[in-house]
């Protein structure tokens, strides 16, 4: 086999024992993928009738009240499911690096690469599965998307693509974070920027410096493009700066994350 | 026991510092193919240090070492493909069953889907595994995942075996089990440089013993040479009543008499030529001997001839 055969076997094989890990751990998925349905509870049976009323009926998607409020708030809490989700890989990657085994990995002839590929694709695996789940249980709510098909390929693809990041940001925090405790909180600012964001409210509503934050973070372009992908909202440049943001953010972290790996010296 | 033959593995001046502290000060070693090679120190001593850098895992800062022909900085995917490692710490996947953590071994050596199950019951069933093949290692206790372990380094048929401390924290009876698995692994012609605070393990298992101690080869050798090279080497002379006891005591200045015992403890290394002296003596002085035992000091009084300190100490 050659170099690039060896590469992709190896990376399969460390793509099993991920998802076979996450399997083991299925509580560690539930408490992530509970966080945003609870999120999602909360914010439309609490404070929906309240929060429908600050929205125009075109960011609503026709509808109005509490349905018209999870219309808007679905996107959201999709990509808010994609960041609690990360935190697991972040714990994931750092009790793998504190374990024994990475050293067996190290010793061994193959693919360097391989193990992180491994955490990465499970990981995107988990989120989607997450996402899937909290995408089914706001259709059951009573979410309408009115995408078609090109627009759900669109919404999918740009939803992976943003886990994609968020995942590679996540491993590098899980690398660079000394224990696992760490590890469970670095990330957790990220489950925070929908908030500081349009997720939840139009961002017009903010504060002057809240809003100059919400204008300019990943989070807002990227709820704003999946929104008028699933419900027709206006969609505009923000689909550019998602793509960019998502793109930047992968590549930062993988290189973070790469040299991280390497440099991994412990006494 | 082969004392020559190609060398599995070279070690020359391999120096390595954390920060201020010095870990390895030099340190030259030969280990030859197909033998035990035992590195003995205390605690701290650089051992673990000196098999992380041998494995590839961490960089020496200075000196050169070649692991089964390769070159340890020139082709360190050669000393991978030639290596197996089993340190301290359990390498092994708390989460994954026994066998899957076989099976992942022998997906990553590529060994095919044939081979890789014959290969994972074979080792399964050596090790005494097979019942607990199904549960997750977290369940298993410190004996099974260490045989595990070694288990695991075996699935790619390493030439050179790195066994950090492959006993420490062992019962008494998971460590005379993990002894015979050792000897077993030699008898099929592969290396073993072994690390160990404990002089018996090495006495047992070693062809050739290292003694490191602080970053430093401090002594070198076979077991019994470095026993033999030890002041405190003594014939032990046993006597039925007191006044041959004194008699013989005598007979020779620097010997130790233990009056309520009845034992005389002439030094010297019990060699041929000194025996039929000393024995000469004491028949030319007619004096009855019990018995004659010859006592060559055991590895503790090694360690503690060559470093200063017992390493009873340095664990406490």
């Known amino acids: 086999m050659s170099t690039l055969a060896y590469t992709v076997s190896d990376s399969a094989t460390m793509l099993r024992r991920s998802l076979r890990r996450l399997q083991r751990y299925p509580s560690l998925t539930l408490l992530l993928v509970g966080l945003p349905i609870v999120f999602l509870l909360m914010f439309v049976y609490v404070f929906g009738g309240q929060l429908s009323h600050g929205l125009s009926s075109a960011y609503a998607a026709g509808h109005t009240g509490r349905a018209g409020y999870l219309n808007y708030v679905t996107p959201g809490v999709l990509l808010m499911t994609v960041a609690a989700a990360v935190q697991g890989t972040a714990i994931v990657v750092a009790m793998d690096m504190t374990g024994g085994i990475i050293d067996r990995f190290r010793t061994m002839a193959i693919a360097r690469s391989a193990v992180l590929t491994g955490h990465v694709l499970a990981a995107l695996i988990q989120s989607l599965v997450g996402i899937g789940i909290v995408l089914g249980v706001a259709i059951a709510l009573g979410f309408r998307p009115t995408a078609d098909f090109i627009h759900w390929l669109a919404a999918v693809g740009l939803l992976g693509l943003f886990a994609f990041a968020l995942i590679w940001l996540a491993t590098a925090l899980g690398l660079a974070a000394k224990s696992v405790e760490t590890a469970s909180n670095t990330p957790m600012f990220l489950t925070f920027l929908p908030f500081l964001g349009s997720g939840f409210v139009l961002i017009a509503s903010l504060p002057t410096g809240l809003r100059q934050f919400a204008h300019y973070q990943p989070f807002t372009p990227t709820t704003e493009t999946l929104r008028g992908l699933l419900t027709g909202t206006p969609i505009g440049n923000y689909a550019l700066i998602a793509v960019a943001w998502s793109i930047g953010i992968a590549l930062v972290s993988y290189l973070w994350a790469r040299r991280l790996y390497t440099n991994t010296r412990s006494t | ?316």
């Not at chain 2, 290394?269 to 035992?293: F, P, W």
């Open chain 2, 1 to 316: 026991m082969r004392t020559t033959g190609r060398a599995a593995v070279v070690v020359t001046a391999v120096q390595k510092r954390f920060g201020e502290t010095v870990v390895l000060d030099g340190v030259d070693l030969t280990v030859i193919e197909g033998t035990v090679f035992a590195l003995l120190g205390p605690n701290g001593a650089g051992k673990t240090t000196l098999v992380r850098i041998l494995s590839t895992l961490v960089p020496a800062d200075s000196g050169d070492a070649r692991v089964a022909g390769h070159d340890l900085l020139g082709d360190p995917d050669g000393v991978r493909s030639s290596i197996g490692v089993t340190g301290q710490f359990s390498a092994v996947d708390d989460l994954l069953t026994g066998r899957e953590n076989l099976q992942l071994m022998a997906d990553l050596n590529h060994l095919g889907r044939i081979a890789g199950r014959a290969r994972v019951d074979d080792l399964l069933d050596r090790f005494g595994l097979m019942d607990a093949a199904a549960k997750p290692v977290s369940t298993y206790s410190g004996g099974m995942r260490r045989r595990l372990d070694l288990a695991m380094t075996l699935v790619g048929s390493p030439q050179v075996i790195f066994l950090d401390e492959p006993t420490t924290g062992l019962d008494p009876r998971s460590r005379r089990q993990m002894w015979n698995d050792i000897r077993e692994l030699v008898t099929g012609g592969v290396t073993i440089f072994l690390t160990t605070q404990y002089l018996d393990e090495a006495d047992e298992l070693a062809d050739r013993i290292a003694v490191l101690d602080r970053g430093r080869i401090v002594a070198e050798g076979t077991p019994d040479e470095l026993k033999r090279r030890l002041p405190g080497g003594h014939v032990r002379l046993q006597f039925a009543e007191p006044p041959a006891l004194r008699a013989a005591a005598a007979l020779f200045d620097d010997a130790t008499a233990d009056e309520e015992q009845l034992v005389l403890r002439v030094p010297g290394s019990g060699d041929v030529a000194s025996l039929r002296q000393l024995l000469t003596k004491l028949d030319e002085a007619q004096i009855a001997v019990a018995e004659l035992s010859i006592h060559s000091p055991d590895l503790d009084d090694v360690f503690f001839a060559v470093t200063g300190q017992s390493t009873l100490e340095e664990a406490a």
